[in-house]
Structures are given as structure tokens and as C-alpha cells.
Nanobody, 115 residues
Framework: QVQCVEAGGGLVQAGRSLRVSCVASGSIFSIHTLGWYRQAPGKQRELVATITSGGSSNYADYVKGRYTISRDNAKKMVDLQMGSLKPEDTAVYYC?????????WGQGTQVTVSS
């Protein structure tokens, strides 16, 4: 059974940096897209950033220039380096890894930015 598990997150002051990571376990072949999403209280889940297996990345406007997504295809890992954090970045962050016609979501990791 495939599982995606996040690590990292936590409480950080505004302006600081934080890194979250996600690794997939199980039989996964031909990963094509890895990504991060977030959901703040009372809001819908939204895209943060995605990266293809070839390395092409895409960012939501509200994190461009502050966040960096990276991946290791062989290790089935995707990381999100978050910088210049703002209180409005507070949310549960979820990873998603897609391969073939399948995908897995992580359980979510809380990121809280204090002002």
C-alpha cells in the first residue's frame, strides 16, 4: 500500500524560514508530478507549488519568491522550503505525489506563523 508522509512544520515567527518534507513509501513507478497544498481554517485547500519529475516547477502567486519546491525522484521525496513566512501562511500543509493515474496525499502537517 502506498503512503505519503510529511515531516517538518511547527511554530515559527514571521519572517523566519521553515522546511517541510514528504516521502512516499510503497510501489510507485513513473512519478510525474509532486506538489504541496495548504488549507487554512475555514478556507478551501489551495495549491502552493508543484514540480514535475523533470524539474519544472510552478508556484502560486502568494508564495513566489519566498518558497522553493524540490524533489528527489529516486527517493520519492518532495520538499518545500518556506522563507519570509507571514502569519497568513498559517495552514495545514499537504503533499501530493502523482504517478500513472494514481496519487497519494499526506496526512498534513501544521505550519503556524506568529506575528
Amino acid at each position: 500500500q502506498v503512503q505519503c508522509v510529511e515531516a517538518g512544520g511547527g511554530l515559527v515567527q514571521a519572517g523566519r524560514s521553515l522546511r517541510v518534507s514528504c516521502v512516499a513509501s510503497g510501489s510507485i513507478f513513473s512519478i510525474h508530478t509532486l506538489g504541496w497544498y495548504r488549507q487554512a481554517p475555514g478556507k478551501q485547500r489551495e495549491l502552493v507549488a508543484t514540480i514535475t519529475s523533470g524539474g519544472s516547477s510552478n508556484y502560486a502567486d502568494y508564495v513566489k519568491g519566498r518558497y522553493t519546491i524540490s524533489r528527489d525522484n529516486a527517493k520519492k521525496m518532495v520538499d518545500l522550503q518556506m522563507g519570509s513566512l507571514k502569519p497568513e501562511d498559517t495552514a495545514v500543509y499537504y503533499c501530493k505525489i502523482s504517478w500513472g493515474h494514481s496519487e497519494c496525499w499526506g496526512q498534513g502537517t501544521q505550519v503556524t506563523v506568529s506575528s
